[in-house]
């Protein structure tokens, strides 16, 4: 491993992939990039709450929810690397998660990818589809998935 992604949620479960990240990547002097990817309807949902506050003359850009998005992977990746002899690189995107996550991968060259995986009934995957698992099957390289807590 050179360079790793992790991709980061809300959970708690999420910063503890962070933090076995971190910990991994600084055990054989890897690079980390840390990600979180604001999905379209997290944005229009974010948006239409900004346009309903009256006389909220800034709008809800693109580049606001890329630059939260890096925000909020900075903000879990200092917390949860605290103690942590790493180093990491934050990035933000916009969009279909599964995408996102993959092209994000290819730009920084990353060779291993850590993701929080969902416990889901098969049937629960075949209607709902599942992130972790779409990313395992279109990567080419290792993917290391946390299941299990919240």
Not at 118 to 141: H, M, N, T, W, Y
């Amino acid at each position: 491993m050179e360079r790793a992604l992790a991709v980061v949620e809300g959970s708690e479960r999420a910063k503890r992939l962070v933090r076995e990240a971190g910990e991994l990547a600084a055990g054989v002097d890897a690079d980390l990039v840390l990600l979180h990817v604001t999905t379209e309807e997290e944005f229009a949902g974010e948006s239409d709450a900004l346009a309903s506050i009256p006389d909220f003359d800034t709008g809800y850009s693109v580049e606001n929810a890329r630059d939260g998005a890096r925000q909020f992977a900075a903000d879990v990746g200092s917390d949860a690397l605290a103690d942590v002899d790493v180093e990491f690189e934050a990035v933000g995107r916009l969009g279909d998660p599964v995408e996102r996550v993959l092209d994000a991968a290819q730009d920084h060259d990353c060779d291993h990818l850590f993701i929080a995986g969902r416990r889901r009934s098969p049937a629960g995957k075949a209607l709902f589809g599942d992130v972790a698992q779409r990313v395992i099957l279109d990567f080419e390289e290792p993917v290391t998935v946390m299941t299990g807590g919240r």
